[in-house]
């Protein structure tokens, strides 16, 4: 493929401009609420937290399965 199509295929690609969707944070008057934004931390937290989780899991696993094999 030459670069032109290349640089074309990537345009096309690219998302419309459109205007911004009002946000639900910011209220007609132009303030924002504070309980949206900390409700947003809060899920961000947990869904941090699962992620940890996880991996803790996982490494706990790992090392139990690497003693097994090494035990026998």
Same mark, same amino acid.
């Given at each position: 493929? $030459? $670069? %032109? +199509?290349? /640089?074309?295929?990537? !345009? =096309?690609? !690219?998302?419309?401009? %459109?205007?911004?969707?009002? =946000? +639900?944070? *910011? $209220?007609? $008057?132009?303030? *924002?609420? @504070?309980? @949206?934004? !900390? =409700?947003? *931390?809060? +899920? ?6 699962? /992620? =940890? ?8 696993? !790992? ?10």
């Amino acid at each position: 493929m $030459s $670069s %032109e +199509k290349i /640089i074309s295929q990537e !345009l =096309n690609d !690219l998302p419309s401009l %459109e205007n911004p969707q009002k =946000n +639900k944070e *910011v $209220s007609p $008057s132009g303030r *924002v609420d @504070i309980n @949206i934004l !900390l =409700n947003r *931390v809060r +899920k961000e937290q947990e869904k941090q937290r699962r /992620i =940890n989780l996880v991996f803790i899991g996982l490494t706990l696993l !790992l090392i139990f399965i690497s003693g097994l094999i090494l035990s026998f």
